[in-house]
Nanobody, 123 residues
Framework: QVQLVESGGGLVQAGGSLRLSCVASGRIFSSYAMGWFRQAPGKEREFVAG????????FYADSVKGRFTISRDNAKNTVYLQMNSLKPEDTAVYYC????????????????WGQGTQVTVSS
């Protein structure tokens, strides 16, 4: 069983930055894929960024490339999402997720989800 807890969300002005954290507990292996997703009211949950728990490759949605960076600190069992140059359209609840079955975690294959953290970007 894996538990994920997100934090770091909040209210920020357009152009500002936030760093989200996702602390994982339970049985986590280096082969697992992890990632960040977001969901705005009335919209589908969408992929934001992802990679292997211990891998070097990362993947980003086109909408956040060049602005967001996913990283992790294995010693702290934590994955981060650094968000820069935030835009109002980034406003959403952000979730971290993990899967043990695929190289890339998706909304469909994710096995574990955090409770989410709200990010609100004002203009």
């Amino acid at each position: 069983q894996v538990q994920l807890v997100e934090s770091g969300g909040g209210l920020v002005q357009a152009g500002g930055s936030l760093r989200l954290s996702c602390v994982a507990s339970g049985r986590i292996f280096s082969s697992y894929a992890m990632g960040w997703f977001r969901q705005a009211p009335g919209k589908e949950r969408e992929f934001v960024a992802g990679g292997r728990w211990s891998g070097s490759s990362t993947f980003y949605a086109d909408s956040v490339k060049g602005r967001f960076t996913i990283s992790r600190d294995n010693a702290k069992n934590t994955v981060y999402l650094q968000m820069n140059s935030l835009k109002p359209e980034d406003t959403a609840v952000y979730y971290c997720a993990v899967t043990s079955t695929r190289v890339v975690v998706t909304a469909r294959n994710a096995e574990y989800w955090g409770q989410g953290t709200q990010v609100t970007v004002s203009s």
